[in-house]
């Protein structure tokens, strides 16, 4: 790749690559609010200005280039920090300054705002501007954001974002000179399904989320990278927790994956972390006609005495799962039942989905599949489908032991009638259910933010994700109860943390082969082999207007 | 006595002149074109280059150079667009030639649409000149009902239409890359240049975007013997006549069509009269509201792109505003920052936040609130303009603040010295 230099140190760059971009690929720290590297350039907040001392002929630019506009070439010269460059970047900084209003304390944006950041390091403490400064006024531009354009810059961000990104047009700059605003047109609110990305690359206060404002300072916020969970496209995110509360989700980028982008949908399901209400707190087992808190030993115990007891032979035990599930649990239950009961009988269900298909590269990111590993599901082999032939079979048969992993088959109530006259059913779960209602043993699990593991994607990428907030006290990561249960029941395997079981995984599924957990990184890695899915369905997206 | 050098003005100064396409090709319209269609674009792109005329739309950039940045075999169509969204204050030169002798300036766009392959020529005019859309509309019916547009005009095997196309009253659509946006339909707003218009313009296509007057004249340069005696008009780099528009306190304003040898001196005395009821001087805006102002002792010197850029000015659009003794330059800037405050297409920071500044500040002279801060504080923001914007509208809002602010400081200091 050619070369040019940044502050003498050398920065190799695409072709057709601007500086700016080449330049905080290395690091560098050049101020800017209207590039952003998805959408067009227009170079009109000025700020990213930078002195290009050789132009690549010998020759010094005549005066400060913007970065985000200036090609880089072979041979450049540039200066990102030098006298010139700060009085250059002061007084644009000046000039947004001057009608913006300096209400940080009560800003929500306060604390992630480049302008306040540039303020800082730019601004003269003292403003020469004595007259009233522009008012704008706040408008309701849809549910999931607030509009304040009082605070606005007028970097087009976001009218860019609704024109190139989402292609919905509904937003738009109106008026012109001093004037010029940002709001919707014909006064309508926005409909799109990603208005919460306009908060994210609203550099100033102006676009805020409804859903978080004026719920925390954002420097309290603890983060953690993970992914959303809200559809297969595993789009990754950062989990943004204080004491133990998760406040939102914030797309992370990964250009293989989601780029910059999060849709509204999967910035909801923050919700659901902080759920307690329904939440299964301890370990349930039926004591007489109800279910009562036990220990987890009396919980194993017990599980394991019923099944000395039952002796159920390979068909009469039926594990079932949804896709909720992490790579590692789905492969933990496959092997209990496969090494305890020489089964195979483990079904998921495996409804049709859409895919979109569209010119706007972020509709593809909302699948209507709602779980996050139906992929890795696939890849194990797992079996599903409530039509399934051999599921059919198995539940018709004889049924002594029932494992069920998450809230499978929630709406097939003549499943659930044959399996509640079951001798032993065992329900691992986050959430109460009507499987943990009929259950005899009730194992409390953990929350995708309070656990690690691995999910495949719709694009066979697998991801991981980290612990970001604590588990409530009695429970466990589905991964250690099935290990701890299988060792229960006697069986060799024992699994102490998630790396361990992952590498377990690639020795026995074939469609893991040649990857390892080290291997994930931020990222994931995509699977060598592709496994086919019957239930994909690709639909051309309209764009609504 | 200075008399006008007429060229484009040839059958406008003629009172019996018929503006139609009969009268046109009475006085010998169209023969350039024919011609034109005898010899290859790139001879009319060197010819046009030879006779070394400069854009008459205010930066006097060289046309044929222009041209001769056309992408070529893009595999795409390229496209001349005739900048007629004339609206530079003090500039009325567009407009005469469009009502007066449409048919010189289409016949110029139809050499120009040759040269650089264009077969579709779009002419975007302003939205307010009623008149002029007219005629420019009822020129272009006569053209093809005589088959000298569409298909295969005078046998040349070239096929051309144009396009009458209006804006809609935003100074910012003068400038080439705005024009652009607004003639594809979107927001007037000027684009990041590079890439320049030549290279990706109307519709991401190579096109070229040229003044009227620029375009008015190629006629004359393929007339017989043109390029030298349009030449011989100016001196070196600043060939050919070129349309003065003087207005202000002289007793005979008007537009004249003047060689490029003539000092502003001459241009003042002898073809506008004289400053109105015998006063004196005080100064001259020399090329449109953005060129920075000159005082009456500057004033001799020749009226051309160099001559003016040598003394720190400009010729722009050769809009020359005169003001005598008894103007008040304070109000005089109000006027002007208030134009570009109100035209400013407000994308970029220090034009749009700089511009309405500037014009608070200017406003509170008037309101006996000056102070010497204040005038400090009036530069420096006019100075904090200049050069930072994305196109030349904040260059032009800042020269006519610095320019005034310096050579006339005392006008200021009397505003907060007697209140």
């Known amino acids: 790749m050619p070369v040019f230099q940044i502050d003498g140190e050398p920065v190799e760059y695409e072709p057709g690559e601007k500086v700016l971009s080449a330049a905080l690929r290395c690091g560098k720290i050049i101020p800017h609010y209207c590039y952003h590297p998805g959408m067009s350039i227009v170079a009109t907040c000025r700020m990213c200005l930078v002195d290009v001392i050789d132009l690549g002929n010998g020759r010094p630019a005549p005066k ?482 | 006595m200075l008399e006008e050098t007429l060229v484009l003005f040839k059958n406008i100064r003629n009172p019996k002149y018929d503006k139609s396409l009969a009268g046109y090709k009475k006085t010998g319209g169209f023969k350039s074109l024919k011609k034109v269609f005898g010899m290859k674009p790139e001879e009319v792109v060197q010819e046009v280059k030879e006779s070394g005329v400069r854009g008459r739309g205010g930066a006097g950039f060289p046309t044929g150079l222009k041209w001769s940045f056309m992408a070529k075999g893009t595999g795409k169509p390229s496209y001349l667009v005739a900048n007629a969204d004339e609206s530079e204050p003090g500039t009325c030169k567009d407009r005469e030639l469009m009502l007066k002798d449409p048919h010189l300036f289409l016949e110029g766009l139809m050499i120009g649409s040759y040269a650089v392959g264009c077969h579709h020529a779009y002419v975007y005019v302003r939205g307010e000149f009623f008149p002029a859309i007219k005629t420019l509309n009822a020129a272009v019916d006569e053209l093809y009902a005589d088959g000298l547009l569409g298909h295969d005009p005078l046998g040349s095997g070239f096929n051309l239409d144009i396009t009458i196309h209006t804006g809609a009253g935003a100074y910012i659509c003068g400038e080439e890359t705005a024009l652009l946006d607004s003639l594809e339909g979107k927001r007037g707003q000027p684009r990041v240049k590079p890439p320049f218009p030549a290279v990706s313009g109307f519709n991401g296509c190579p096109t070229s975007v040229n003044n009227v007057e620029t375009l008015a004249c190629l006629p004359f340069i393929f007339s017989d013997g043109g390029v030298e005696s349009f030449k011989s008009f100016g001196p070196q780099n600043n060939s050919g006549t070129h349309l003065v528009s003087l207005s202000g306190h002289v007793n005979s304003p008007g537009v004249y069509e003047l060689r490029m040898d003539v000092s502003m001196k001459d241009i003042i005395y002898e073809i506008g009269g004289g400053i109105r009821n015998g006063k004196k001087l005080k100064g001259v805006i020399p090329g449109g509201s953005s060129s920075p102002v000159m005082k009456a002792d500057e004033i001799d010197v020749l009226y051309n792109f160099d001559d003016l850029a040598k003394i720190g000015t400009m010729m722009g659009s050769a809009a020359m505003m005169v003001f005598d003794e008894d103007t008040d330059v304070v109000k005089l800037l109000h006027r002007i920052t208030r134009f570009y405050a109100h035209e400013s297409c407000g994308q970029c920071t220090p034009c749009r936040e700089g511009t309405h500044w500037s014009r608070q500040i200017v406003r509170d002279f008037l309101n006996g609130n000056g102070s010497e801060e204040k005038l400090k504080r009036l530069d420096r923001v006019g100075g904090n303009m200049l050069g930072t914007t994305l196109c030349a509208l904040g260059d032009a809002a800042a020269l006519p603040i610095q320019s005034i602010v310096n050579k006339f400081p005392e006008e200021f200091r009397n505003y907060y010295a007697t209140t």
């Open chain 1, 64 to 545: 400060l280039q913007t970065a985000c506009s200036v090609d880089a070439t072979a041979g450049m010269k540039i200066e990102t920090f030098n006298q010139k460059v700060e009085e250059g970047r002061k007084l644009v900084n000046e000039f947004l300054l001057i009608n913006h209003p300096l209400d940080c304390p009560i800003c929500d944006q306060s604390g992630e705002c480049t302008l306040q950041d540039y303020s800082f390091k730019y601004g003269s403490g003292k403003s020469e501007m004595d007259y009233s400064k522009r008012v704008n006024g706040w408008r309701d531009i849809g549910t999931f954001v607030a509009l304040e354009r009082n605070r606005c810059i007028q970097c087009s961000r976001c009218d860019r974002f609704t024109r190139e990104i989402t292609g919905t047009n509904e937003f738009g700059m109106f008026n012109r000179g001093h004037e010029l605003a940002v709001d919707t047109y014909t006064d309508r609110p926005m409909t799109n399904k990603f208005q919460g990305n306009m908060a994210d690359i609203c550099p100033v206060g102006a676009i805020t989320e409804k859903e978080f404002r004026f719920k925390r300072r954002v420097w309290k916020l603890k983060k953690n990278h993970s992914i959303c969970t809200g559809c297969s496209t595993g789009c990754n995110v950062t989990i943004e927790h204080d004491r133990n509360e998760v406040f939102r989700l914030k797309p992370h980028e990964n250009q293989n994956v989601n780029k910059w982008w999060l849709c509204d949908e999967g910035r909801l399901t923050y919700r659901k972390m902080n759920e307690k209400k329904s939440r299964i707190n301890q370990p349930l087992g039926l004591i007489g006609e109800n279910l009562e808190g036990i220990s987890w030993e009396k919980a194993y115990g017990a599980i394991a005495e019923r099944i000395r007891e039952l002796k159920p032979l390979p068909q009469e035990v039926l594990a079932l799962t949804d896709t909720h599930a992490s790579n590692e649990e789905l492969f933990l239950i496959q092997k209990l039942l496969k090494e305890g009961f020489s089964s195979e009988n483990i079904f998921c269900p495996f409804p049709t989905w859409e895919q979109s298909e569209s010119d706007f590269f972020i509709n593809t990111l909302i699948t209507t599949d709602k779980t996050p590993n139906r992929a890795g599901a696939l890849a194990l082999h797992i079996k599903g489908d409530q039509k399934n032939k051999k599921l059919k079979k198995v539940i018709e048969g004889e049924l002594k032991v029932v494992f069920v992993l998450g809230n499978p088959f929630e709406n097939e109530l003549e499943f659930k009638e044959i399996i509640k006259r079951t001798q032993l059913v065992i329900h691992i779960g986050v959430f109460h259910n009507s499987w943990s209602e009929m259950a005899d043993v009730v194992l409390p699990g953990q929350f995708y933010s309070e656990k690690e593991g691995t999910y495949t994607n719709k694009n066979q990428r697998v991801q991981s994700t980290e612990i970001a907030v604590k588990a409530l006290r009695r429970t466990r990561p589905e991964w250690q109860i099935i290990s701890e249960l299988s060792q229960a029941l006697g069986h060799k395997s024992s699994f102490e943390s998630i790396p361990q079981v992952f590498n377990a995984m690639v020795q026995e599924a074939k469609a893991f082969t040649g990857i390892s957990f080290d291997k994930i990184g931020s990222f994931g890695i995509e699977l060598t082999k592709n496994t086919k899915d019957p239930g994909k369905k690709v639909v051309p997206e309209m764009t609504a207007i």
